[in-house]
């Protein structure tokens, strides 16, 4: 026990053994990466603001359609996924139960879809859109009809395109690690496409890169948001006096609360903060829905619905072509390369809690639990401050939204004030330590190649440059700190964007085999001899008004059991007990079926559904674990006995 201790802390701790777990082409490269970017933000620190607003819109301007298309794109790929025979595959082995209840799996469902941006922008984001919305959208700012399509374009940027964009990557890494037994890395979900040499080459190395910088960053936004959102508490409650130092302060204090956590493990550390953070955030919505105006919040969540799924389908492509305001570069644009650069982040948190889960569940749990919940949420704060806005008009600083304090202006109006702003400072803390807890173990993870267990020293050099990250963006972009953090979340999704729509690519060549390769079960029986009597058969024919058509009319023998089909030298199973047999039929495309002129049909094996990622092995827990595991040795004792295997593929 002592020498297995000693060995674990050698492994955490020493940096010999931290160096060699680490997958150098990844680590180095990406580190350099960061440290490049970061030394760019220095280095414009005297023109910070004007550097950072050029490349953001050059960057909507040049790639904003793109996120767009892509991001409905990955919409109707998971609708796709759930909705036809894929969704029935399993994200684990065929026999596999899930390994959460669909409570619990609910529950860190949730835990998933709430952050610091959605406490951030909980009022900000209607007001915002109410009081300055898109100056094509064709409505008066601060009025009824203002405040509606404020709620439509707060759901749209926080719905079902969020999420999708988390689907495609969490599905991914489920599949390919629970099912085929790949490492949980991102490289893998290219793998049907590139096949394994090249992801385990410098293809595999780069798509990791990039994944690692890309949540570097989304989260350092993140960091950014909350950072700016706590000194501004603190201003509006007359504590202190924000500034440059105080960022500093707080980034360095919470960044401290993280490293702690992130050193107590996913089971306690993260786990309990998790826990009191979700708590927490549930009773200052139930504060402000039974304090605020209630009745006019619960007819919003209704209503909100049901507009958010009207505007739907024409906000799905809205690029305002014609548009000269910044509005989508600022909002949409923004979100869709947020969300894309929080992928591997959230998509492997959502990965690893749906082991056993069929893609149909996963699809729509994932989608539609943390969208009902943003409904919710928006409702509840989004409507109120619109309602608030409307009839009295104080929660503008100087006639126009103060992003960082508009939660605090609303939460001023309600009984118990100061309490209220200290519980959401609070919420805020304990999302600035769980963002910087997650996500500096997935990116651990993608640093070491896939391994679950990473050391923790590597863990807490990664929340290190995370802190280091979120400081200089913050400390260099003076009043521009947000489009800087804006600027440098969307342009390192830019190349994740493409990774992702190649996943998607690879992931159905996959999933198609798949389906091509599952069998469909019919029970057969064998009939009794009246049935089968040519009186029986002739009155059935009669009564079906079969006679002068199909199998009838071509007067063709037709066996009418399954065991008429070959000569079996013993009963067929369960033929004669009345429950009859289970049969296993396999589809064939009639593009890999040749009839010759005598009519006799002729297999051809090489024209069926051929596996991308067949006959590949692992030596690792996630292969052993998964079902490509299971189809191997049925293969392997499929070869002993002489005979093929039941179920092609590996």
Known sequence: MAEHQVSQLARDWSPKEVWAQLKKPVFIPAVILIAGLTIFAIVYAGTGGDAFTVLNTAITNGVGWWYILAATGFVLFALYVGLSRIGSIRLGRDDEEPEFSTVSWFTMLFSAGMGIGLVFYSVAEPLSHMTTPPENAG????????????????????????????????????????????????????????????????????????????????????????????????????????????????????????????????????????????????????????????????????????????????????????????????WTIFYWGWWMSWAPFVGMFIARISRGRTIRQF????????????????????????????????????????????????????????????????????????????????????????????????????????????????????????????????????????????????????????????????????????????????????AAGTERRGLFRRRREVSSTFAGLTAPSAPIAGAGDGEGVLVALHPVPSAAVDVDADGVAQLVEERLAQDPIADEVFDTPEFQASQAAVDHEASEAASDDGSSATRPGA
Not at 199 to 213: F, K, L, N
Not at 457 to 464: D, E, F, G, M, P
Not at 504 to 532: D, G, N
């Open 363 to 542: 699809v729509f749990g994932v989608l539609l639990a943390p969208t009902i919940i943003g409904i919710l949420w928006f409702s509840i704060f989004g409507d109120s401050a619109i309602l608030r806005q409307l009839e009295v008009g104080d929660l503008l600083v100087d006639g126009a939204v103060d992003t960082n304090t508009s939660l605090f202006h609303l939460l001023a109006t309600l009984p118990f004030a100061e309490a209220t702003s200290v519980l959401a400072i609070l919420i805020i803390v304990f999302f600035f330590v769980t963002s910087a807890d997650s996500g500096a173990l997935v990116v651990d993870i993608l640093a070491t190649g896939g391994a679950t267990t990473t050391p923790r020293l590597t863990r807490l050099l990664w929340v290190a440059i995370m802190a280091t990250t979120a400081g200089v963006l913050l400390v260099v972009g003076g009043s521009e700190a947000l489009t800087a953090l804006q600027t440098a979340s969307i342009a390192t999704a830019v190349p994740f964007s493409i990774i992702m729509v190649l996943a998607c690519v690879a992931l159905l060549k996959a999933f198609h085999f798949e389906v091509a390769a599952t069998p469909r079960y019919v029970r057969a029986r064998v009939a009794s001899a009246s049935e089968l009597s040519p009186e029986a058969l002739a009155e059935a024919a009669a």
């Open 139 to 330: 409505v008066e700012p601060g009025t009824d009809a203002a405040g509606r399509l404020a709620m439509d374009l707060t759901l749209y940027h926080w719905g079902l395109h969020a999420w999708a964009i988390y689907v495609v990557v969490g599905l991914g890494l489920a599949y390919m690690t629970f099912r085929r037994g790949r490492p949980l890395s991102i490289r893998w979900l290219l793998e049907p496409m590139l096949g394994r040499q090249r992801v385990e080459g410098w293809m595999g190395h780069t798509i990791d890169v990039v994944a690692i910088v890309g949540t570097m960053f989304g989260v350092a936004t993140s960091l950014g948001l909350g950072v700016q959102q706590i000194m501004a508490g603190f201003e509006f409650l007359g504590w202190f006096q924000a500034n440059a130092q105080l960022s500093i302060a707080l980034i360095a204090g919470v960044s401290a609360l993280a490293a702690f956590s992130v050193v107590s493990g996913l089971d306690r550390g993260l786990k309990w903060l998790s826990n009191i953070n979700m708590s927490l955030a549930a009773l200052l919505a139930v504060f402000v829905l039974l304090l605020g105006p209630t009745l006019v919040i619960l007819q919003s969540m209704v209503a909100n619905t049901g507009s958010y799924i009207a505007a739907l389908p024409s906000l799905s492509l809205e690029t305002w072509p014609l548009a000269n305001d910044g509005w989508a570069g600022g």
